[in-house]
């Protein structure tokens, strides 16, 4: 068990992990600002849902490509660096396109050379930042400051998007934009007084500037010989192909079976990221959780038991408490797994671990939801609540099998 007293005892004590709280804070909530400025801009200004698409496509397509080679240069460069020059350059971007906001350079072009630039360096500061926490704290307090960074992000989810509506309509699109592009100076400059020695990071090793493909495939080999860390990405990519199709079933439960409107779709999805910020908030502030397997069994089992519910109960009360438990469920179980590939994969490794984990996630994300699609056309919405949950739930109990497998070898 930790002896760390939480999340706030880590803040007050420790400098540099404080600056990289807020400055995470301050961009994440501006993040949100602008994912709502620019959607509505491409809808309102530029190309209606044609430009919509667009946009998502570019994020979607950008983080596909570039995850792996991010997760390289998290490895041979100094992750502090990283986070700072990648926030200025997001922050540079963001102001020059509030700038051009209102002229005939804003267009459709504009908008993807934009999201492609800030997903970039959107793809090297998720690695570096996951492989920077346990150089900057001790391995003790390592699960509070996952839930404290992952509470950021949580935050941006519950309040970022519904100031970044209330923004937009205040002072408008542009003025939103630049806003954004503050938050990301703001957190680059927070960054800058983080001291973290990376000790034992050889020099060489920060040089090399050849054999990307070999340092790729180098994570694929870490990942695919370490036990723990093929059994966890593989199980955790199963359980996001099957329980992230819940994004492409709430409108239509919404609509079609709870018969509520917007309002009340939105606060349906509110009650995930809920869910969420809470779990993030408790795991901050007390002891780290021991026996992590079974923490990541439990968490995936009932997360399936209430995905399952919501085919079976029509209230719509009911299913906000399903989505919140919902939200607390697949919380416990990011910040723990998170947790257990920190600890497990090789320090000069973590960023491209991190990375492969992401473009793995990303990559199949749209197949999932397509999935999702193709199986509404033939099934009940009802019925694959309840077969997915299932089939989620089931796959919560091979976590355990983890644990076994590294007792058979004698590592555990």
């Avoid at 430009?51 to 994020?59: G, K, Y």
């Avoid at 938050?183 to 973290?196: D, G």
């Avoid at 050849?210 to 990519?237: M, N, P, R």
């Avoid at 509404?376 to 091979?398: D, N, R």
Wanted: proline content about 2%.
């Amino acid at each position: 068990m930790s002896k760390s007293t939480g999340g706030l005892h880590l803040l007050i004590k420790n400098r540099n992990f404080l600056l990289l709280f807020f400055g995470r804070l301050v961009s994440s909530v501006g993040s949100a600002i602008f994912i709502i400025a620019i959607l509505w801009s491409a809808a309102a200004e530029i190309g209606g849902v044609g430009a919509v698409s667009t946009v998502l496509s570019t994020i979607a397509v950008t983080n596909i490509i570039f995850s792996p080679f991010a997760g390289v240069w998290a490895d041979r460069w100094k992750k502090k660096n990283i986070l700072v020059i990648t926030d200025l350059i997001s922050g540079g971007i963001l102001i020059l396109l509030g700038i051009f906001f209102g002229t005939y350079f804003y267009q459709i072009w504009v908008l993807i050379i934009t999201i492609f630039g800030l997903q970039i360096c959107g793809t090297l500061f998720g690695p570096a930042l996951l492989s920077l926490i346990p150089i900057m704290v001790n391995d003790d307090e390592l699960s509070q400051a996952n839930a404290m960074i992952s509470m950021t992000d949580r935050l941006s989810q519950l309040i970022g998007m519904a100031i970044g509506g209330v923004i937009v309509s205040l002072v408008g699109i542009k003025w939103a934009i630049l806003i954004d592009g503050l938050t990301f100076i703001f957190s680059a400059v927070s960054e800058m007084f983080i001291k973290a020695e990376e000790k034992g990071r050889k020099k060489e090793e920060a040089r090399k500037t050849g054999l990307i493909f070999s340092d790729i495939g180098e994570g694929f080999k870490v990942i695919w010989t370490d036990v723990q860390l093929k059994g966890l990405i593989t199980l955790e990519t199963l359980d996001d192909f099957f329980g992230t199709t819940i994004f492409v079933f709430l409108p239509v439960l919404a609509s079609e079976i709870l018969k509520v409107g917007p309002g009340e779709y939105g606060i349906m999805q509110t009650m995930l990221g809920a869910g969420s910020f809470i779990t993030a908030l408790v795991l901050s502030s007390i002891k780290e959780i021991k026996m992590k397997y079974v923490a990541l069994m439990l968490s995936s089992v009932l997360a399936g038991v209430f995905l399952s519910s919501l085919g079976l109960v029509n209230s719509y009360i009911y299913v906000l408490i399903a989505l919140l438990l919902l939200g607390v469920m697949t919380e416990i179980g990011n910040i723990n797994e998170n947790l257990l590939i920190q600890r497990i994969t090789p320090k000069n490794t973590r960023g491209r671990v991190f990375a492969l984990r992401s473009t793995i996630d990303n990559s199949l994300r749209p197949f999932s939801y397509a999935f999702a699609g193709i199986m509404a056309a033939f099934f009940s919405l009802k019925s694959l609540f309840f077969v997915f949950g299932i089939i989620t739930s089931i796959l919560g109990i091979f976590y355990l099998l983890i644990p076994y497998q590294l007792k058979k070898r004698n590592v555990f």
